[in-house]
């Protein structure tokens, strides 16, 4: 077979195996295939072969067309896939910072008019082509950083209108780029200034006019909602989720971030593919997500900014079987950070999970997060050929060093897409 593209002499090429029907639990998050002196072919936009450079160059055929990179001392990773963003908004909110500084609580914050409802204002008032272009620069920052897939949800609209612009935007930009963008409709991440102190009202709107039309015009593929105290409650989730059921979406959560309202019980409840956050989860929550194999998405960046205490219990998620994978959480108020090589380092440092943990959160866990695992996630043959480059001797290496963008090349669909 001839190779269109190969990445050669990699000092370790890694990746999880034989993980496409299953997230990784247990002991197997740890479990990670290394080659050394590693090496992977391409055919246009799937992988072909992957170990050692002998045994690659073994199977395949090149010619002077077939693009050869060197890897030499750099480490070779299946393509990052970040499956929590809100990577499509209008403005951003620095102003807010002096206030957060002052020690005025999120949700207070919230409560007073600002925050995500901030954000709804400069969202409503953005054009799509906007929305689209910020998005767009997003994505491409967040490529360059070695993500080649994330989720990007709505929720900064919180009016018909508002919400199937910023769904028709994430479209635009999904095409506009070559990151991958899977969405998600959030239209219940807060109470609009319009329904102030009349949740179920504005519930009636999200259920009755907006995801009709959202599913009508196949805008997302999950259905996503802010289960926090003041925001939306057990009961008003469960309401919103299952009409999203029911219309035939996957179900996130934003689940016990701040206080612990039960959050990871109803994902498990409602067969949910993930619950996000986490932070004050119960351990009844944990028992129930384990046995439903609802996979926790632990969002450390967002902890670190808003300068929470205690980080989620990944380490204990871990042992009691609970899948774990991890995202950025981008969003212009409580994570302005698009990186995911942040994140591995907050997750080892905070959350006491080892680099192989944390790699097989960002690639493989992280695509069963987004139903998108046969087809991305690890480097294995017949897989879609995204897979990212670090200038690093050893994985060990990216949850060590911090701040620095570590990314060598990026490889999308077979095509080199960055290259530093
Ligand atoms: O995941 N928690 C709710 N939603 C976002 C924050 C949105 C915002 O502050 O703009 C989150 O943290
Ligand atoms: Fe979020």
């Not at 294995?380 to 480059?389: F, L, P, Q, S, Y």
């Given at each position: 077979?001839?190779?269109?593209?190969?990445?050669?002499?990699?000092?370790?090429?890694?990746?999880?195996?034989?993980?496409l029907h299953?997230?990784?639990?247990?002991e197997?998050?740890?479990?990670?295939?290394?080659?050394?002196?590693?090496?992977?072919?391409?055919?246009?936009?799937?992988?072909?072969?992957?170990?050692?450079?002998e045994e690659v160059?073994?199977?395949?055929?090149?010619?002077?067309?077939?693009?050869?990179?060197?890897?030499?001392?750099?480490?070779?990773?299946?393509?990052?896939?970040?499956p929590?963003?809100?990577?499509v908004?209008?403005?951003?909110?620095?102003?807010?910072?002096?206030?957060?500084?002052?020690?005025?609580?999120?949700?207070?914050?919230?409560?007073?008019?600002?925050?995500?409802?901030?954000?709804?204002?400069?969202?409503?008032?953005?054009?799509?082509?906007?929305?689209?272009?910020?998005?767009?620069?997003?994505?491409r920052?967040?490529?360059?950083?070695?993500?080649?897939?994330?989720?990007?949800?709505?929720?900064?609209?919180?009016?018909?209108?508002?919400?199937?612009?910023?769904?028709?935007?994430?479209?635009?930009?999904?095409?506009?780029?070559?990151?991958?963008?899977?969405?998600?409709?959030?239209?219940?991440?807060?109470?609009?200034?319009?329904?102030?102190?009349?949740?179920?009202?504005?519930?009636?709107?999200?259920?009755?006019?907006?995801?009709?039309?959202?599913?009508?015009?196949?805008?997302?593929?999950?259905?996503?909602?802010?289960?926090?105290e003041?925001?939306?409650?057990?009961?008003?989730?469960?309401?919103?989720?299952?009409?999203?059921?029911?219309?035939?979406?996957?179900?996130?959560?934003?689940?016990?971030?701040?206080?612990?309202?039960?959050?990871?019980?109803?994902?498990?409840?409602?067969?949910?593919?993930?619950?996000?956050?986490?932070l004050?989860?119960?351990?009844?929550?944990?028992?129930?997500?384990?046995?439903?194999?609802?996979?926790?998405?632990?969002?450390?960046?967002?902890?670190?900014?808003?300068k929470?205490?205690?980080?989620?219990?990944?380490?204990?998620?871990?042992?009691?079987?609970?899948?774990?994978?991890?995202?950025?959480?981008?969003?212009?108020?409580?994570?302005?950070?698009?990186?995911?090589?942040?994140?591995?380092?907050?997750?080892?440092?905070?959350?006491?999970?080892?680099?192989?943990?944390?790699?097989?959160?960002?690639?493989?866990?992280a695509?069963?997060?987004?139903?998108?695992?046969?087809?991305?996630?690890?480097?294995?043959?017949?897989?879609?050929?995204?897979?990212?480059?670090?200038?690093?001797?050893?994985?060990?290496?990216?949850?060590?060093?911090?701040?620095?963008?570590?990314?060598?090349?990026?490889?999308?669909?077979?095509?080199?897409?960055?290259?530093?």
């Amino acid at each position: 077979m001839k190779a269109t593209l190969i990445v050669k002499n990699a000092a370790q090429v890694v990746t999880s195996k034989d993980a496409l029907h299953a997230p990784l639990t247990g002991e197997r998050q740890g479990e990670v295939t290394v080659y050394e002196k590693g090496a992977v072919a391409v055919a246009d936009d799937k992988i072909v072969a992957v170990g050692t450079t002998e045994e690659v160059f073994a199977q395949v055929e090149t010619d002077s067309e077939t693009v050869i990179i060197d890897a030499r001392c750099k480490v070779v990773l299946p393509g990052l896939v970040d499956p929590h963003t809100h990577v499509v908004f209008g403005g951003s909110r620095e102003h807010e910072l002096a206030l957060k500084l002052e020690g005025v609580p999120y949700l207070e914050i919230l409560a007073r008019g600002g925050g995500i409802l901030s954000s709804v204002e400069a969202t409503r008032a953005a054009s799509e082509a906007d929305l689209v272009d910020a998005g767009i620069k997003y994505c491409r920052q967040m490529l360059a950083q070695g993500t080649t897939t994330a989720e990007a949800k709505s929720g900064y609209g919180l009016s018909t209108d508002a919400e199937i612009k910023t769904l028709q935007a994430v479209r635009q930009v999904d095409g506009a780029q070559p990151l991958d963008l899977v969405p998600t409709f959030l239209g219940a991440h807060a109470v609009p200034k319009e329904y102030k102190g009349e949740p179920d009202r504005y519930l009636d709107l999200v259920i009755e006019e907006m995801l009709p039309l959202v599913v009508e015009k196949k805008l997302a593929r999950y259905c996503d909602v802010f289960c926090e105290e003041g925001v939306f409650s057990v009961e008003q989730s469960r309401r919103v989720l299952s009409a999203a059921r029911d219309k035939g979406l996957g179900l996130k959560m934003h689940a016990d971030e701040i206080v612990p309202l039960g959050g990871a019980e109803l994902a498990a409840e409602l067969g949910a593919v993930s619950a996000d956050h986490l932070l004050v989860v119960s351990d009844k929550g944990i028992k129930r997500m384990a046995e439903e194999g609802v996979i926790a998405v632990i969002l450390p960046g967002t902890t670190f900014y808003l300068k929470e205490e205690h980080y989620a219990p990944g380490r204990k998620m871990i042992e009691a079987g609970v899948p774990v994978a991890l995202a950025t959480d981008f969003n212009p108020g409580s994570s302005p950070n698009n990186n995911l090589q942040l994140i591995i380092n907050i997750a080892c440092l905070y959350l006491r999970m080892t680099p192989a943990e944390v790699i097989n959160a960002i690639t493989i866990n992280a695509s069963h997060a987004l139903g998108r695992a046969s087809e991305i996630g690890s480097i294995e043959v017949g897989k879609n050929a995204d897979m990212v480059i670090f200038d690093a001797p050893n994985y060990d290496y990216l949850a060590y060093r911090y701040g620095t963008n570590l990314v060598s090349r990026v490889v999308k669909n077979g095509r080199l897409v960055v290259e530093v």
